[in-house]
């Protein structure tokens, strides 16, 4: 019976190699009785480099989100002007305040995290009641929400961010927005 070595398992990935699980080379299986192949130790390593792989694309999804909130929280009124001058500029005089702008922002933000939509059904459900569920005052809502990744470009851009997280970045704020037209126009 041969001695049993331990060795690396590697996985190509597109981040480069990824060390996987310790597979064992020549050692013996109590049922069988047949010596473990490097294909399957190999294999196994594969499945263990595509969960971590997983686990890292997940994590950096987190850290996305949770920088995006950051940068909504920080930026909360740098944000809202820019987006009321847009909309000023856009459509003209406004029913819309920055209070209502705040409040739907704050939707926004709060969904970003866990893509919870109950965040933003209860800012546009507070912003209908306080508009009185008047139709241009809604329509210029509706036209704010699609503004609002405008906005938040302008200002992601001031900042410091990679090119592929500011894409990444920009994918979370459109998928925000597009929850808010649904909820707004069911």
């Known amino acids: 019976m041969s001695p049993e070595v331990e060795t690396p398992v590697t996985c190509g990935t597109n981040r480069g190699i990824l060390t996987g699980a310790l597979g064992t080379i020549g050692s013996s299986s109590l049922l069988t009785g047949t010596k473990t192949s490097r294909a399957a130790d190999s294999v196994l390593g594969a499945t263990e480099a595509s969960e971590q792989d997983g686990f890292y694309l997940l994590k950096k999804d987190s850290q996305r989100r949770m920088t995006l909130t950051k940068v909504l929280s920080q930026d909360e009124g ?20 920055m209070g209502h702008l705040e409040t739907l922002m704050r939707g926004l933000k709060e969904y970003i995290p866990e893509q919870n939509r109950e965040y933003i059904e209860t800012a546009i459900h507070t912003l209908k009641e306080e508009l009185d569920f008047d139709a241009v005052a809604i329509n210029h809502l509706h036209f704010a929400i699609y503004l609002f990744q405008d906005a938040v470009n302008v200002v992601l851009r001031s900042h410091s961010i990679k090119p592929h997280w500011m894409f990444a970045l920009d994918n979370l704020v459109r998928n925000a927005v597009q929850a808010a037209i649904t909820v707004l126009s069911p």
């Open 78 to 97: 740098k944000i809202c002007d820019i987006w009321m001058k847009s909309l000023e500029r856009e459509i003209g005089d406004t029913i819309l305040t």
